[in-house]
């Protein structure tokens, strides 16, 4: 059974910062790209970004320099580093697993920015 588990979400002032975190169980993570997406209120999901097995980063491009993805392949998670975050960085932020034949999703974790 598979599963990706979220964490690290909560509330955070603007400016500030959060990492989230994903462990993924019942894969064999390290061939797995792993990547972050994300659904405001309203709005259409979209990629924030994605590291490829082999640790190449591809990030949205209204997000780079703010935000790092990073993987630890020997405890099977992948990390989002959130900084300088804005109110316009509120959002349900999903974990996803794929590779060419199958995908998978994690629950989602809220990210809330405000005063």
């Known amino acids: 059974q598979v599963q990706l588990v979220e964490s690290g979400g909560g509330l955070v002032q603007p400016g500030g910062s959060l990492r989230l975190s994903c462990a993924a169980s019942?894969?064999?993570?390290?061939?797995?790209?792993m990547g972050w997406y994300r659904q405001a209120p309203g709005k259409q999901r979209e990629l924030v970004a994605f590291?490829?097995?082999?640790?190449?980063?591809f990030y949205a491009d209204s997000l780079k320099g703010r935000f790092t993805i990073s993987r630890d392949n020997a405890k099977n998670t992948v990390y989002l580093q959130m900084n300088s975050l804005s109110p316009e960085d509120t959002a349900v932020y999903y974990c996803?697993?794929?590779?060419?034949?199958?995908?998978?999703w994690g629950q989602g974790t809220q990210v809330t920015v405000s005063s």
């Open positions: 996803n697993a794929r590779t060419l034949q199958v995908g998978f």
């Open positions: 590291i490829t097995g082999g640790g190449s980063t």
């Open positions: 019942g894969i064999i993570f390290s061939i797995y790209t």
